[in-house]
């Protein structure tokens, strides 16, 4: 069983930084894991902010964070990043860390989730 924790998220206000952590447990993750970031704000659907898989060679970005966001893992930790720059008042939502086996932007491709960080951006 895989097991996902969040943390560093909090309020800041618009052009403000924060980053995110995922540390992952429970196995040994291969070099093609995938480990993602999703969002959802109030009344909206999850959406995909960012993907990585173990090995730092296949990264995808949602084109609204592309410029902001970084997303970086760290083997060794087994824990994933997401330095989050420029923050607009749109990027306010709980923030996701998921696992699976493909980058895909769909949620329901994901079999492991964490509980969640609340972002909050002012303007």
């Known amino acids: 069983q895989v097991q996902l924790v969040e943390s560093g998220g909090g309020s800041v206000q618009a052009g403000g930084s924060l980053r995110l952590s995922c540390a992952a447990s429970?196995?040994?993750?291969?070099?093609?894991?995938?480990m993602g970031w999703f969002r959802q704000a109030p009344g909206k659907e999850r959406e995909f902010v960012a993907g990585i898989n173990w090995s730092g060679d296949l990264i995808r970005y949602t084109d609204s964070v592309k410029g902001r966001f970084t997303i970086a893992g760290d083997n060794a930790k087994n824990t994933v990043y997401l330095q989050m720059n420029s923050l607009k008042p749109e990027d306010t939502a709980v923030y996701f860390c998921?696992?699976?086996?493909?980058?895909?932007?769909?949620?329901?491709?994901?079999?492991?989730w964490g509980q969640g960080t609340q972002v909050t951006v002012s303007s």
């Open positions: 998921s696992s699976g086996a493909s980058l895909s932007t769909v949620a329901g491709r994901y079999d492991y």
């Open positions: 429970g196995r040994t993750f291969s070099s093609y894991t995938i």
